[in-house]
């Protein structure tokens, strides 16, 4: 089965300053790789996702690459706010006829002031 | 608010016990999975439905079932239950069997004393 392995399990940055996270994932058959974000006490909420025809994906201040060769994605994080302080789920899928959505250990993110 | 509701929001019971979770999914929404997230931990894959048939499984004990009703929400049964089962159980949805965001519902905690 898949295996998603992420990093680093905490990390703490400057406000301002820019947060990256990194993923790898073992089965080359996955195409479908989100990003969750869980603020404490909260549920979790999808933050961007990139499927495999693409090799990067931005939305504002986040974006997410992903190299399939080398079977790892990330997320990148620039000018980091207060508000971005939570803890970050990569996952991988596969879909084809047996979806399931396998999640990263997750990243504890904390925004210095 | 994602459109997943679930009930009980806390549940405390005792070892040897057996509950019920329940969740309703968004409106239109056929995909229903439920999610194990212990303290610290990320979250585990139990059991995927979609359309009332079972469509993928993940590390699901055995004294866990869950079943999806003609109406499309969804109960995860627990029984004899462990100390080491007090977690955050989540119920999630999507429209489609994979490859897409999933929703999460608020999550139910259940301590067992």
């Known amino acids: 089965g898949e295996n998603v392995e992420q990093h680093p399990s905490t990390l703490s940055v400057q406000e301002g300053d820019s947060a990256v996270i990194k993923c790898t994932y073992s089965?080359?058959?996955?195409?479908?790789f989100p990003w969750y974000k869980q603020e404490l006490g909260k549920r979790p909420q999808l933050i961007i996702d990139?499927?495999?025809?693409?090799g990067e994906k931005k939305d504002q201040r986040i974006a997410v690459t992903l190299n399939k060769t080398a079977k790892h994605f990330s997320l990148h994080i620039t000018e980091t706010q207060p508000e971005d302080s939570a803890v970050y789920f990569c996952?991988?899928?596969?879909?084809?006829?047996?979806?399931?959505?396998?999640f990263g250990t997750g990243t504890r993110l904390t925004i210095i002031p | 608010d994602s459109g997943v509701t679930q009930t009980p929001k806390h549940l405390i019971t005792a070892t040897g016990q057996r509950v019920t979770l329940r969740c309703s999914p968004r409106?239109?929404?056929?995909?229903v999975y439920w999610y194990q997230q212990s303290l610290d931990q990320g979250l585990q894959f139990l059991i995927q439905?979609?359309?009332?048939?079972?469509?993928a499984k993940g590390n699901i004990l055995e004294r866990f079932s869950a079943q999806q009703f003609p109406d499309l929400h969804s109960e995860l049964n627990l029984s004899s239950l462990e100390l080491g089962d007090s977690a955050l159980y989540f119920c999630?949805?999507?429209?489609?069997?994979?490859?897409?965001?999933?929703?999460f519902g608020p999550g139910t905690r259940l301590t067992v004393l």
């Open positions: 089965d080359s058959a996955s195409n479908y």
């Open positions: 409106s239109g929404d056929l995909s």
């Open positions: 990139i499927r495999s025809n693409v």
């Open positions: 439905y979609y359309n009332g048939e079972e469509r």
């Open positions: 996952a991988a899928e596969t879909n084809f006829g047996n979806e399931k959505l396998t």
């Open positions: 999630a949805s999507s429209p489609r069997a994979g490859g897409g965001e999933q929703f």
